[in-house]
């Protein structure tokens, strides 16, 4: 039989990154799981994977598995807008909006609105997104201050080496991740989604975990191109939402190959 000595150094390797893992997540107060079997990720990607929804499936099916993974605040949704000036945005999607004598746009803000009457993030809302016929965004701060998952934003012409450095970081850790094209076709999200509700300052100590050891594994990560995390805030800011993000499968944008997997 062949000699197998030349792959103790990178056991010893890997066994020894395991352990400087581990060490930055206790470090940074993150529950660290028992090891699980091979192949076995108790996830909610996992449970896609047994309901194998796919393009033929109803669109309730779809829908199920969509709020099953971009879980935000149930209560409110921000929606894209565009102006005639060829301005856009997001803003929270009411049913008070540009109510003549009840909204205060365009002279305040929603959250010094009185009126305000946030419209629910719920299965209608998201047919609408998945039909095309609006574009929505999360809030992914929930009020108890935890979040369902972590999104890692890349953006710029350079943003591609990162992005895979990064990728390929993770799944070096088992840690499952999934990236989308934004929806301008230059920039990426990086997903990575949790099994149940983490504390957002936790989920946000694993990004700077995960980053960090990609920089050490990769001396040509610059981060040139790293943005920013979602959530952007460990705790939501006072009378606001803390940031959103877009959700992916925008119809328009697919058609240029933005905001796909």
């Known amino acids: 039989m062949p ?12 066994r020894a990154e395991d352990a400087m893992l581990r060490g930055l997540l206790r470090a940074h107060g993150i529950e660290i799981p028992e090891d699980k079997a091979e192949g076995e990720v ?8 047994e309901a194998k929804v796919s393009k033929r499936s109803a669109m309730a099916d779809k829908i199920a598995l969509f709020m099953s993974l ?20 997001y803003s ?13 746009k365009p002279r305040g803000k929603c959250r010094d609105c009185g009126h305000a009457a946030y419209l629910p993030y719920d299965e209608r809302a998201v047919a609408a997104h998945l ?48 990236t989308e094209i934004s929806r301008s076709g230059n920039g990426a999200h990086l997903w990575i989604f949790f099994s149940e509700a983490v504390e957002a300052a ?9 980053l960090t050891l990609a920089m050490r594994e990769h001396a040509r990560l610059s981060f040139t191109f790293y943005d920013r995390m979602f959530p952007n805030q460990d705790t939501l800011p006072k009378g606001g939402f803390g940031n959103l993000i877009a959700l992916p499968l925008q119809v328009a944008a697919a058609r240029h190959g933005g905001s796909l997997f």
């Open 70 to 89: 971009f879980q935000g605040r149930e209560d409110v949704y921000a929606h894209r807008w565009e102006s005639k000036n060829g301005g856009s945005g």
């Open 131 to 178: 039909s095309g016929s609006c574009v929505l965004g999360v809030y992914p701060l929930l009020r108890d201050e935890t979040c369902h998952f972590l999104a890692i934003d890349f953006d710029g012409e350079g943003w591609r080496d990162d992005v895979r450095m990064v990728a390929a970081t993770c799944q070096a850790q088992n840690i499952p991740c999934y």
């Open 3 to 14: 000699s197998t000595n030349h792959s103790l150094p990178e056991l010893e390797r890997l």
């Open 92 to 104: 929270p999607a009411c049913k008070n909006e540009w109510r003549k004598g009840v909204c205060l």
């Open 202 to 210: 936790k989920a946000r100590a694993l990004g700077s975990v995960i």
């Open 42 to 49: 108790d996830t909610p990607q996992s449970l896609a994977a």
